[in-house]
C-alpha cells in the first residue's frame, strides 16, 4: 500500500508539473539561430499553439503564446528553409529592419487571423 502511495503521488506530480509547463522568456532566450524547427521544440517547455506554413516560400512559422507574469502574448518562430531565421514578438517582426522578416511577421499575424 506504502508504494502504491508513493507510485500515486509521484504520477500526481509529474502530471502536474507537466500540465502547467509555458512558454516563457527564459524558453525564448534558449533559442539560436540556424535550429531546425524540432531542435526549437525539444528545447522548449511548451510546444506552439499554431503552426503556420507558407510552402511556395519555404516559411514555417511556430506561434507560441509566450507568458511573462500574468500577461500572456503571441512570440513567433519564424524558419526559413527549415532554419530558425528571427523570433520574437509580432511587434519586432514589424519593426525589424530587413524586409523579409518583416513579410514573416505581417504574413503570421494575417494567417492567425484567418484561423
Partial sequence: MK????LLASVSVVFFTQS????????????????????VLNQVSK????????????????????VVGNYKADYFAAYKGGKLLYWGYPYEFAR????????????????????
Avoid: Y
Fill in 3 to 6: 508504494k502504491f502511495i508513493i
Fill in 20 to 39: 502547467c509547463a509555458v512558454f516563457t522568456l527564459a524558453d525564448a532566450n534558449t533559442l539560436q539561430k540556424g535550429m531546425a524547427p524540432t531542435e
Fill in 47 to 66: 510546444g506552439p499553439r499554431e503552426t503556420l506554413v507558407n510552402a511556395s516560400k519555404n516559411l514555417e512559422v511556430q506561434v507560441f503564446q509566450i
Fill in 96 to 115: 525589424h529592419n530587413n524586409p523579409e522578416i518583416v513579410e514573416m511577421g505581417a504574413w503570421a499575424v494575417d494567417e492567425l487571423k484567418r484561423l
